[in-house]
């Protein structure tokens, strides 16, 4: 129990660390690069990547107990429409910690819908977390002026992770058994909206690397990562991490762009960080519940 346990906080703690410094990569990516050229590289990489390691491993790529037409739907939201708006949101001059507060309100709406019955506390800490994040952006949301295109790509960046967060949740699939199919749509999509929009980039590392970190190590290994927890927890709990996201995109600012942290910034923080924690309480107290439990019944 308690291997188990480490192991799921490991996941945790990585998924959020690379989740969390995508938005820095992203915002080096489309400073050498349209949004639409990145995306088409970062979905190609991604497709023949995770079709790589279904052929070397012997595992099917296409889902075994779910149909089709519900797999793409979910990726059409989860990943191609979130990610599409995602990029066109940063592309439009939105900063990438307004769109992540406005990102954070998706928990709070996936608890509304999902949830017959709440606690309170937990909805204190989602509401909690939330001000937190606030207060990270407020100097963006309050003084900088956003345009119409780029709050409405906002919002539906929102939509999408939201729909396809609740419609994943019923998807019991292992992930490679889904995502080659989520992400070849997604491509397919690209390349149909190509001749309709910018494709300039420049060949330099400056755009490369982004590229090559989010096909593979956003794409891949944090999708995988994400798709587990929505699988093995509470849907609530785990979108709660997102929460989370924006202290480690802080955080890379400050060491990467030298950013300094102003007192809204630690208000934010704390907030965040109890937040969090006042959500997962409950889950924590009764996995340690669970393990004493299981240490007396194995005891001598």
């Known amino acids: 129990m308690a291997k188990l346990?480490?192991?799921?906080?490991?996941?945790?703690?990585?998924?959020?660390?690379?989740?969390?410094?995508?938005?820095?990569?992203?915002?080096?990516?489309?400073?050498?690069?349209?949004?639409?050229?990145f995306l088409f590289f970062r979905f190609l990489i991604a497709t023949a990547l995770i079709l790589f390691f279904c052929a070397i491993s012997k595992q099917p790529f296409y889902p075994q107990n779910t149909s089709?037409?519900?797999?793409?739907?979910?990726?059409?939201?989860?990943?191609?429409?979130?990610?599409?708006?995602?990029?066109?949101?940063?592309?439009?001059?939105?900063?990438?910690?307004?769109?992540?507060?406005?990102?954070a309100l998706q928990p709070i709406l996936t608890f509304f819908i999902t949830e017959k019955s709440f606690s309170k506390v937990k909805l204190i800490g989602l509401l909690l977390s939330f001000f937190g994040i606030i207060c990270l952006v407020y100097n963006n949301m309050f003084i900088n002026k956003l345009s119409l295109w780029a709050t409405?790509?906002?919002?539906?960046?929102?939509?999408?992770?939201?729909?396809?967060?609740?419609?994943?949740?019923?998807?019991?699939?292992?992930?490679?058994?889904?995502?080659?199919?989520?992400?070849a749509i997604s491509l397919i999509f690209i390349i149909f909206i190509i001749p309709f929009q910018s494709f300039n980039f420049e060949m330099n590392w400056g755009f490369w690397i982004p590229v090559l970190y989010q096909g593979i190590i956003v794409s891949v290994i944090a999708q995988l990562i994400f798709y587990k927890l929505l699988q093995s927890g509470n849907l609530v709990n785990t979108t709660s991490l997102f929460y989370l996201v924006p202290l480690v995109t802080l955080v890379l600012d400050f060491i990467i762009f030298s950013t300094q942290l102003s007192g809204f910034d630690y208000v934010g923080i704390i907030a965040i960080l109890s937040g969090v924690y006042l959500v997962y309480r409950k889950t924590i107290k009764s996995n340690n519940i669970v393990a004493l439990e299981g240490s007396k019944d194995t005891s001598p």
Request: aromatic share 16%; charged share 10%.
């Open 5 to 37: 346990k480490n192991e799921n906080f490991l996941y945790i703690g990585l998924f959020v660390l690379l989740w969390g410094s995508a938005a820095i990569f992203t915002k080096w990516g489309l400073h050498h690069g349209a949004a639409i050229p």
């Open 68 to 103: 089709f037409k519900y797999v793409i739907l979910t990726g059409c939201f989860l990943i191609t429409g979130y990610t599409l708006f995602y990029f066109l949101s940063l592309e439009f001059g939105i900063s990438p910690g307004l769109l992540s507060t406005i990102l």
């Open 152 to 183: 409405l790509a906002s919002i539906m960046c929102l939509a999408c992770i939201t729909t396809g967060v609740i419609l994943q949740r019923k998807i019991s699939e292992k992930p490679w058994h889904v995502l080659p199919l989520q992400y």
